[in-house]
């Protein structure tokens, strides 16, 4: 038989839904998107961020263009409160992880989550867990990667984990950041689109030549161009990317 609540338990939770907190300091989903329009409008995603960590149970956040990670620098950063050391070190982490994987792999993980175990030599505060939680997700032709760090022996819970990941898409969405990039910094040439739209029909290099009136060797660079600007591999990984991207 459930337990019934004493009145004092009852008032003390009726305090708790009035003020849109749930017993474990978590916020109900419905008012939490409520509460993330107004700072994602203001473009102050660093806001949006904290509340969603309060949302899930997550002590820190980074939230990381996660098609940006094999540039220089820390670009690739939008906002975060982890230790700088701690992401200067995972840079190369997350660059390798992304350049391993297909552009059918990228597009399967949307918004699933997924475990990793910071390396050794990462300096990790007393009380959080080396595990980490990634989930990617896409805005627009924005792929990122929004990682979270728990407390030791923090039980996840996947469904919510993929809600915040839906959430931070919605509050990017929103967001009117002028520094924020919402755009890779590049874009691709006419000519270049022109050899994407036909390699995305089948046309060969010497086909697309002769259609175009260059060189087959002018058609290869251009192709190339693309794969590098598109973080591709091959000719079918940049046709996936153009076609999720509405560029062909």
């Not at 350049?99 to 007393?126: G, R």
């Not at 993929?162 to 040439?189: H, I, N, P």
Request: hydrophobic residues 40%.
């Amino acid at each position: 038989m459930d337990a019934e609540l004493t009145t004092g338990q009852t008032e003390g939770l009726a305090r708790t839904v009035d003020s849109g907190t749930s017993v474990q300091g978590s916020t109900s989903k419905d008012l939490l998107i409520r509460k993330l329009a107004s700072p994602a409008l203001a473009g102050d995603i660093a806001h949006c961020l904290r509340l969603l960590c309060q949302y899930v149970g997550s002590s820190n956040y980074l939230l990381a263009r996660y098609d940006l990670v094999q540039e220089e620098g820390l670009d690739f950063v939008v906002a975060a409160d982890w230790p700088f050391d701690m992401v200067r070190r995972l840079e190369s982490e997350l660059a390798a992880s992304y350049s391993q994987s297909t552009e059918l792999e990228k597009c399967l993980s949307v918004l699933q989550p997924k475990y990793n175990i910071l390396p050794d030599d990462i300096y990790v505060p007393i009380g959080l867990s080396r595990q980490y939680c990634s989930i990617t997700l896409n805005v627009g032709r924005t792929r990122l990667a929004l990682m979270l760090l728990f407390p030791q022996d923090f039980v996840l819970s996947p469904e919510r984990l993929r809600e915040v990941g839906l959430l931070a898409g919605y509050a990017v969405s929103l967001s009117t950041t002028k520094g924020q990039k919402s755009e890779r910094d590049f874009e691709l040439t006419d000519r270049e689109l022109e050899c994407l739209f036909w390699i995305a029909e089948g046309k060969t290099s010497d086909e697309i030549a002769t259609i175009l009136g260059i060189s087959r060797n002018t058609i290869n660079n251009y192709i190339t161009s693309v794969m590098r600007k598109t973080a591709t591999k091959t000719r079918s990984e940049a046709i996936a990317y153009a076609v999720r991207n509405n560029l062909v």
